[in-house]
């Protein structure tokens, strides 16, 4: 009896000792390496988790591309997703490279906080709004705090300094990269007029011109940077949220063909018929855009 006794205290004890631990970077289902940057402080804004995403063969004597990416809690991993699928970038970047499609990139991914809303709506267009709609968009979103040009500050004069001294990168605007999708793609585009020195290329994914009336393209149209040295991509579906992006899209491309862009050279914009605004739609396509900017 002692014997038995024994044995199943045992096995509670080692039931007990084996459950699984929490979560880290390096026990995620992710392609490559993340490394978890849990709370990076800035003086301009909240604090906020930075995730970034190394290649498997991650070599110090080389120097990397970086690809910045917005609402960076969906970018690698669905069990930090709050949709519970994530964007599949580190997947998308190691197939691209291992078939030669891409060269040496990699990802940042800066996750949002509750002032989403306020640190991607591009503050400069904003103020163009009459004070009557502004009053009107501050209802409709209570909680959002204008803060988009010290988003950018903090990404600017704090995370990209960061990353560079960390991270064997190349600082250069032709290797540097912004991604985003909605309002993601707003602030994408937002840093590439503000930042043409810092960002070289943008994506912008399902954009949400639609926010304040679509005033995002008033600015534009004085504030692109030179289409000589920066490419931008846009795209937009036909379901759900995407459905009223078509009229909006089909102005920003009159735009920048007016400003010198080159359609397919240094701007692409994709119609995807059938997709929604989702992460698992901007997973399928995800490859379009990378290859846009770094193919």
């Not at 990209?160 to 991604?179: G, L, R, V």
């Not at 579906?237 to 009159?254: A, C, F, I």
Request: net charge neutral; hydrophobic share 35%; with cysteine.
């Amino acid at each position: 009896m002692k014997t038995i006794f024994l044995f199943i205290v045992v096995l509670f004890w080692f039931g007990c000792s084996s459950k699984a631990p929490e979560r880290t970077a390096t026990q995620r289902t992710v392609t490559g390496k993340l490394i978890e940057h849990k709370s990076f402080a800035s003086k301009y804004i909240s604090p906020r988790q930075v995730d970034v995403w190394l290649p498997s063969d991650y070599d110090t004597s080389k120097r990397y591309a970086v690809l910045y990416m917005h609402d960076g809690q969906n970018c690698f991993d669905s069990a930090t997703s709050y949709t519970r699928v994530d964007w599949g970038a580190d997947e998308t970047l190691t197939q691209l490279r291992a078939e030669h499609k891409i060269g040496d990139v990699i990802a940042v991914g800066i996750w949002n906080t509750p002032n989403r809303y306020g640190e991607y709506m591009p503050q400069k267009a904003y103020e163009m709004l009459p004070q009557s709609t502004r009053d009107s968009m501050q209802a409709r979103y209570p909680m959002a705090k204008m803060a988009s040009d010290n988003y950018l500050k903090f990404i600017v004069e704090e995370l990209k300094p960061f990353i560079d001294s960390a991270y064997s990168t190349n600082p250069e605007p032709a290797a540097t990269a912004i991604i985003g999708s909605s309002m993601g793609g707003l602030i994408s585009l937002y840093a590439i007029c503000e930042y043409p020195s810092v960002f070289g290329k943008a994506a912008c994914l399902s954009t949400h011109f639609p926010a304040g009336n679509g005033i995002m393209i008033e600015y534009l149209k004085t504030h692109l940077p030179d289409p000589q040295s920066h490419k931008i991509y846009f795209d937009f579906g036909t379901e759900t949220l995407d459905k009223d992006y078509e009229p909006y899209q089909q102005r920003v491309d009159s735009v920048m063909a007016q400003n010198g862009y080159q359609y397919g050279i240094t701007w692409l914009t994709k119609k995807f018929v059938g997709d929604d605004h989702s992460e698992r739609a901007w997973r399928k396509r995800l490859s379009i855009p990378i290859l846009f900017l770094f193919g």
